[in-house]
């Protein structure tokens, strides 16, 4: 048995899935097309044979009648010829009561005894002047039995006729079936087969922007395939748009660093003709040089920070956003001196927890500070408040600087955008980007808008706390 299961499994490890498709199809339709002329076959012999057993009782009756009427010597037939009547005969309880001539049909022990009462009658097949019969034995009354027989070799051919024509019909449905089979694999798994070519243009390509087609109609009435199929070219899609998106990011970093790297490569250059220089001159080269290798670092540094997308889980924990904004205002406020960072947090937002990573959380803050002190000018105070939500919590940095144009808004948070007028000052672009990125990890969402009154206004909203056990960094 398990030998059995071990070449099943082998036959559809081995068959493309169509084959295996179109056999299981097949044999469905034939074991039903077969089962059906097996049961006309049943049921047409029972009929056949229930007829001629009718016609036998029917010719019983009548002889029993003619007995009646005209006494015993009316009974006997030649049943040997298909037109004659049924051929019978009287057969008495007791051997010594027989007539003188010998009996037509066969006489037997059983026939006494349905003669004495003593059996139920009965239907036989026998053989007479070597043709198939069959013959009823049937008590007649005054300790007699009686005898019918008629050919039943027209009802056999019958049965021998229906058995052929059902086998040709059911041979016939076997290959209908075959061919069914055949094309219900075909049109079945017409839409399979798409997908698996384009897996494997796009495996053999490299290229995501294959497409598979899909037919139309409206999509509440699509069949699993078309759905698979669907989501297949949403994936693709995806994959797409992150393959492009990582080369513009390549693009994009390679050429932001030509530019201080070429400035890098000049002083480098200057300073190896330190010889020919003045004190002053040297001191400015290197001033420069060590600047633009912090720069370049910096702009690295980001660079790898935004190409990780993941918060790694084990550094999660349960972050005190209170206590995390008044150490990085503080921090702040150090490193820009010259503006005042008002902080405000109001009563039940000192209480609020969310499940984060420090680190990135001081990162994403400070650079919407520094952002905030760097556009803003000097003495211009960046307000800094922590308000609880009905569902959540809200962080807000508001500067009093220029603001960020109309225009901008919808550009800010993408890598390396910095507008025209943000140009004159240091930076790469890459702080908002980062800052969002961090902001979606930790499941909250950061807007920019423009202040009522100018300037620029942040806003960092957690939802309402996870549940136990939820893991929104990451996900
Ligand atoms: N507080 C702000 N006021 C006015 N404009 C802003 C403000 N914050 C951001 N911007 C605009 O958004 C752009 C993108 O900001 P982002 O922090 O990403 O880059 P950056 O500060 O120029 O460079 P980096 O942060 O990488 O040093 C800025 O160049 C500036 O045009
Ligand atoms: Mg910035």
């Known amino acids: 048995m398990s030998g059995v299961r071990r ?31 097996a049961a006309a076959f049943v049921v047409i012999r029972y009929e056949l044979f229930h007829q001629l057993d009718l016609s036998l009782t029917q010719s019983a009756t009548r002889t029993v009648q003619a007995e009646r009427d005209s006494g015993p010597d009316v009974l006997a037939g030649e049943c040997r010829y298909l037109s004659s009547p049924a051929c019978a005969q009287i057969v008495p309880a007791s051997a010594s009561d027989d007539p003188a001539e010998p009996y037509l049909l066969p006489v037997s022990a059983a026939v006494r005894e349905v003669a004495a ?13 070597g043709r198939p019969m069959r013959m009823l034995t ?57 997908l698996t070519a384009t897996a494997e243009r796009i495996a053999a390509t490299r290229d995501p922007r294959h497409r598979i087609e899909l037919p139309s109609g409206p999509p509440g009435r699509q069949d699993e395939v078309t759905r698979l199929a669907a989501s297949f070219n949403t994936m693709l899609g995806e994959l797409e748009q992150s393959v492009t998106a990582q080369r513009r990011l ?24 330190a010889d020919r220089l003045t004190d002053a001159q040297r001191d400015r080269a290197s001033a420069a040089l060590g600047r633009q290798i912090r720069e370049v ?22 972050v005190r956003i209170a206590p995390l904004t008044e150490h990085t205002v503080g921090a702040a406020a150090a490193h820009w001196p010259s503006t005042p960072f008002p902080l405000h ?33 000097p003495g211009a105070p960046v307000e800094v408040g922590l308000q609880a939500l009905a569902d959540g919590l809200e962080l807000t940095v508001r500067d009093h600087g220029p603001g960020i144009a109309p225009e901008d808004l919808p550009y800010v948070f993408d890598r390396f955008y910095r507008a025209d ?45 996870p549940p136990a056990g939820a893991h929104p960094v990451g996900e």
Not at 421 to 445: E, T, V
């Open 345 to 377: 947090i109001d009563g039940e937002a000192a209480r609020a927890v969310r499940p984060g990573v420090p680190a990135r959380l001081t990162r994403l803050l400070t650079n919407l500070l520094d952002n905030a002190a760097k556009f803003s000018p």
């Open 7 to 37: 070449l099943g499994a082998r036959w559809r490890r081995r068959r493309p899935l169509r084959t295996r498709l179109a056999t299981a199809a097949s044999a469905a339709v034939a074991l039903v097309a077969l089962g059906v002329c």
């Open 138 to 194: 049937t008590p007649l009354g005054k300790g007699r039995a009686l005898q019918v027989a008629l050919r039943s070799d027209p009802v056999e051919k019958g049965v021998r006729q229906a058995a052929w024509l059902l086998a040709a019909v059911g041979g016939a449905g076997v290959l209908v079936a075959g061919g069914l089979g055949y094309w219900v694999s075909r049109t079945g798994l017409a839409p399979v087969s798409r």
């Open 297 to 318: 670092t910096g702009l690295v540094n980001d660079l790898i920070e935004l190409a990780r997308d993941e918060e790694p889980r084990p550094l999660l924990e349960q």
């Open 250 to 273: 390549v693009a994009d970093a390679s050429h932001e660093l030509r530019t201080p790297l070429t400035a890098l490569r000049t002083n480098a250059e200057l300073l190896s003709r």
């Open 117 to 129: 009462g003593e059996r139920a009658p009965y239907v036989s097949n026998i053989t007479l002047f």
């Open 421 to 465: 007028a943000a140009r004159a000052l240091p930076g790469s672009g890459l702080g908002l980007a980062m800052a969002r990125q961090i902001a979606r990890a930790h499941g909250a969402d950061l807007t920019a808008e423009t202040a009522p009154g100018g300037g620029a206004l942040f806003r960092l909203t957690f939802g309402p706390v």
